[in-house]
């Protein structure tokens, strides 16, 4: 059925029976983008469960919201899906004060180690994805705002609340970490 709906529906189609609620539409959409959409939630709270629930509650206003969907070309749909989840898991975070977790100051390299790019390559994208996960929410939630979402660091303080420089500063911290573990990582398995 999922390859029959796909050779024969565009993604306009696709919105467009959704928008209608056409059920057969909605499920085709969920099983199309639900294994992407869950990466994103759980990118953002680090944990499963929430993710899984964050996906729920976002198929749900998807569902609820196409009226507000407008199509802009090829990828626009998974775009707005995209951002919806974004959204609603950066509000999860809000809304639970996660966005203020940080490591203490011993904690944070004082500077960015030089990683190679040839290095990072032969880095399973799995670890990558851990050790992201494993910073502190409002480091986790900066850096993929900024790395995942190119957004700048007006645009991320505007939507997290806060100033232009606690997003650099956490920005820096993200990737000094982040660069410390992939050294190690470097050091132990490669």
């Not at 993604?11 to 990466?39: H, I």
């Not at 509650?57 to 707005?80: E, H, P, Q, V």
Request: aromatic share 10%.
């Amino acid at each position: 059925m999922k390859q029959v709906l796909k050779d024969s529906m565009s993604e306009y189609e696709l919105a467009e029976r959704c928008r209608q609620n056409d059920n057969v539409a909605r499920k085709f959409l969920y099983e199309l983008y639900a294994g992407q959409m869950m990466a994103i939630c759980l990118r953002y709270v680090g944990n499963r469960e929430i993710a899984q629930d964050l996906l729920h509650d976002g198929f749900l206003k998807i569902f609820g919201s196409f009226d507000k969907f407008t199509y802009r070309g090829n990828g626009s749909l998974k775009a707005w899906l995209s951002r919806i989840m974004v959204n609603l898991s950066i509000e999860y975070l809000r809304k639970n004060d996660t966005l203020n977790q940080i490591l203490t100051i011993e904690e944070v390299p004082d500077t960015i180690a030089e990683t190679n790019d040839e290095d990072i390559e032969r880095i399973p994208q799995s670890v990558l994805m851990k050790f992201i996960n494993e910073l502190p929410t409002g480091y986790r939630t900066v850096f993929n705002l900024y790395t995942f979402e190119e957004k700048s660091h007006k645009e991320i303080a505007r939507e997290l609340g806060i100033n232009e420089k606690s997003s650099a500063s956490q920005l820096f911290r993200a990737k000094a970490v982040l660069a410390k573990k992939i050294r190690e990582y470097m050091d132990k398995e490669l």
